[in-house]
């Protein structure tokens, strides 16, 4: 189990990360979000030891994570990292820069070892191009295979799907996670990609100006968002006055995503249709509410300067617990 107890860390004398404590279990999947500056690179680093620790301390089991000035190379083995910055040999072919780590003692496990890595990662066809030849995310899955070679206890990675085209990326994702799960593997992911939590994560941790605001499942979290800041994660969402919407208690805010409003003949709210965005299925509406835009999905585009009638969907009610 990771072990995170209360720690505090900043690169000068402004503090970046604020009292962080959580844990991982083994095999458990944790996703950390945030917006961009709020810490998640750094805190990922320092589950790594790359740098000391002012304040706090992080465990592996009963093993403490050292920083480099208890550690002359930094890292541990039962731990990898695999940095936004993927850092490769680029003379060496993908299958010799996977194979780098595992033992020449057994060449026939060696062989079979690389071999299953490459597919994981969809290489097979570049297995013996030199690295240097390969595009950014070529390296980049390059750098998870290397990673999970041989088989560490944890694996922290940082925004692991960056360079992956979408096309690539949902196979790679699913192939990656199921891999890690089976093997019971703890991972910690750095991420803004709702697609790498939702489906995989056991737990998430939003960060914000480098404090933890919330730490549940994604689905409670989906479920019952208490911040813009993690509504946002998930969907295009609007912000209401209970009392908009005629819910009690009527000062309450009130988050709701896109899609859970629909055009209604049975409407709660009136609006003035001002945009229409192709979204591929559907278009993404926006309309003004009180001086202010609420956007919601629609399947055909709607007449601009006209009113709309809206209400909320069957399945917003039920998560708002209405019925
Ligand atoms: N080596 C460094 N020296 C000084 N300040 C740094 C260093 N690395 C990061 N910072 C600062 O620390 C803060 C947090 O950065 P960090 O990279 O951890 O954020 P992040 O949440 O990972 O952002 P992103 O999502 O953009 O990668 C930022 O204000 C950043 O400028």
């Known amino acids: 189990m990771l072990k995170v107890q209360n720690i505090s860390f900043g690169y000068n004398a402004k503090?970046?990360?604020?009292?962080?404590?959580?844990?991982?279990?083994?095999?458990?999947?944790?996703?950390?979000?945030?917006?961009?500056?709020?810490?998640?690179?750094?805190?990922?680093?320092?589950?790594?030891?790359?740098?000391?620790?002012p304040e706090g301390e992080i465990f592996w089991n009963d093993k403490p994570i050292l920083g480099p000035k208890f550690n002359l190379v930094i890292g541990y083995d039962f731990m990898k990292y695999v940095a936004q910055e993927f850092d490769l040999m680029p003379f060496i072919s993908v299958k010799e820069n996977i194979g780098k780590f595992l033992s020449n003692f057994f060449p026939e496990e060696k062989e079979r070892r690389t071999t299953e890595l490459i597919a994981l990662v969809d290489l097979v066809e570049f297995t013996d191009v030199k690295v240097k030849l390969l595009s950014g995310g070529q390296k980049q899955r390059v750098a998870l295979a290397r990673a999970i070679a041989r088989q560490p206890e944890i694996i922290i990675l940082d925004e692991p799907f960056s360079h992956i085209d979408n096309f690539q990326k949902q196979t790679l994702r699913r192939n990656l996670f199921k891999y890690l799960k089976e093997k019971h593997i703890s991972c910690v992911v750095a991420t803004h990609d709702r697609e790498d939590v939702l489906p995989y994560s056991d737990r998430m941790i939003v960060l914000n100006n480098g404090k933890i605001i919330a730490s549940d499942t994604p689905k409670q979290l989906y479920k019952n968002p208490e911040k813009p800041l993690i509504a946002s994660f998930f969907d295009e969402f609007n912000t209401?006055?209970?009392?908009?919407?005629?819910?009690?208690?009527?000062e309450k805010t009130v988050f709701i995503?896109?899609?859970?409003?629909?055009?209604?003949?049975?409407?709660?709210?009136?609006?003035?249709?001002?945009?229409?965005?192709?979204?591929?299925?559907?278009?993404?509406?926006?309309?003004?509410?009180k001086s202010r835009s609420i956007f919601f999905y629609h399947k055909e585009p709607l007449a601009l300067d006209e009113f709309t009638n809206i209400a909320l969907t069957e399945?917003?009610?039920?998560?708002?617990?209405?019925?």
Request: proline residues 2%.
């Open 257 to 289: 995503y896109a899609h859970e409003l629909e055009v209604s003949n049975n409407p709660l709210l009136k609006l003035k249709v001002t945009h229409n965005y192709f979204r591929g299925n559907t278009y993404l509406i926006e309309a003004e509410f």
């Open 240 to 250: 209401f006055e209970a009392s908009d919407l005629g819910f009690q208690p009527s």
């Open 15 to 53: 503090t970046i990360l604020h009292n962080i404590s959580f844990s991982v279990e083994q095999g458990q999947h944790v996703s950390i979000i945030g917006e961009s500056g709020s810490g998640k690179s750094t805190l990922i680093k320092l589950l790594y030891g790359t740098y000391d620790l």
């Open 315 to 323: 399945s917003a009610k039920k998560r708002l617990e209405l019925e």
